[in-house]
């Protein structure tokens, strides 16, 4: 850690590459499905943090569901379908999927430093 803070003392002059690059911030329609949409907006740390809605269309919707990703992974890998190794996971046949079919809709939010947020990686 001592050698870590070193590092970035000593680093500071220098620019610094942005992560994620801008390149991932790109979400496949196959992961946000029909009606998903992205948003991004700035934390008080100054890191853009990105967050996942994928809406329901039912008639009489049921409420919002704010989905949380566990330690050092993101919304996408926690709750979407997987393809198989190094593909992006798809809205078909996930848990978003079931749960907007059943009147929820839900949002993500990959928090800093994990998936396509901004922050220390």
Known sequence: LIGLGLYNLNASDKP???????????VPRETLGPHGFTKQWDNAQGYKIFSYFWP?????PKGILL?????????VFEFLKSSG?????????SWIK?????GYS??????????????YK
């Open 16 to 26: 610094e590459q942005a992560w994620p690059p801008q390149e991932k911030l790109q």
């Open 56 to 60: 329901t269309t039912v008639a009489k």
């Open 67 to 75: 989905l949380l990703h566990g330690h050092g992974v993101n919304v």
């Open 85 to 93: 190794p190094g593909v992006e996971r798809k809205y078909d046949n």
């Open 98 to 102: 079931k749960l907007n079919e059943e």
């Open 106 to 119: 839900c949002c993500g939010i990959d928090v800093q430093s994990n998936g396509r947020s901004g922050g």
